[in-house]
Every structure is written in structure tokens, then in C-alpha cells.
């Protein structure tokens, strides 16, 4: 992964949207911190975050987290858990993983990384230097081949 120059933080990049004063900004950016180390890899200038929370600590709550980075699409993620750090810790662990399979689908396909597996050796007959198959393991036998 190449470094970013001003990786983004939630600290730098939490806007505290409806339903949330500035007073709570502090206490969801330390529930959020968790996050840094997925944001990183973004610029803190291209990376916008926002919280807000409709119908606060009513029964039907509904907490959306949404997330702008440059060059990507918008990710938006919600819950409707009764409990409000719940909710919150519910979108924060949302917004994870939605941005974990978005760095994987941007990922080439074809990672030499991953294909660098060992292969196995084969064995070669000293005796004229040709290669042998190993013995076939009958307890690998399908039925096809018995």
C-alpha cells in the first residue's frame, strides 16, 4: 500500500450531521477511531464523513453514516437500533467492511502477491534424469477413476 502524504482520520473528517450538536462530535469520533486505520489509505483533503441520526432517542431512530471519498462512490450505511451507541458502533463496523470490499474490488485481480503460491516439486528419476509422477494415493481415488 503506497503512503499518503495526509492520511484522513476520523478526527479530521467526522461532520456531525442532524440530530447531533458539535458537543457530540467528540464522544462519536473515540466510538469511530477504530476507523483510522481504514482511512489511511485515503487522503484527509479527498475523504468526508458524515453522522446524523433522525427521530433521536425516539423508538423508530435511525442513524445513516456516509462516507465521500474521492473517485469512489458515495457509501452510506444505517440502523435502526433502539440503543444509540449501539446504532453507532452498528454503521461504524457497516461502514468497514463496505469500505474493506471496495478496496478489494479495486484491487487487480490478478495480484502477483496472491499467486505466488510454492508449487511441488517433482521428483525426477536419477537414473535417466526423466520426471516421474508421484504414486496415486488410493484414498484420493474418485469414483470415476475406481
Do not use: Y
Amino acid at each position: 500500500m503506497s503512503a499518503v502524504a495526509n492520511p484522513a482520520t476520523v478526527a479530521e473528517c467526522l461532520r456531525v450531521g442532524a440530530g447531533f450538536s458539535q458537543g457530540d462530535r467528540n464522544w462519536i469520533a473515540e466510538q469511530f477511531v477504530t476507523l483510522d486505520a481504514r482511512l489511511a489509505s485515503f487522503h484527509a483533503d479527498a475523504t468526508e464523513i458524515e453522522v446524523s441520526v433522525k427521530d433521536r432517542e425516539a423508538r423508530g431512530q435511525k442513524v445513516t453514516l456516509e462516507c465521500w471519498i474521492a473517485g469512489r462512490q458515495k457509501i452510506v450505511t444505517t440502523s435502526a437500533e433502539e440503543d444509540l451507541h449501539a446504532a453507532l458502533n452498528d454503521v461504524r463496523d457497516d461502514l468497514r467492511r463496505r469500505l474493506n470490499d471496495a478496496k478489494t474490488r479495486q484491487e487487480p485481480r490478478h495480484n502477483k502477491h496472491l499467486r505466488d503460491v510454492p508449487q511441488p516439486q517433482s521428483e525426477l528419476d536419477p537414473a535417466d534424469g526423466q520426471e516421474q509422477l508421484p504414486a496415486a494415493d488410493p484414498s484420493r481415488a474418485d469414483a470415476e477413476t475406481v
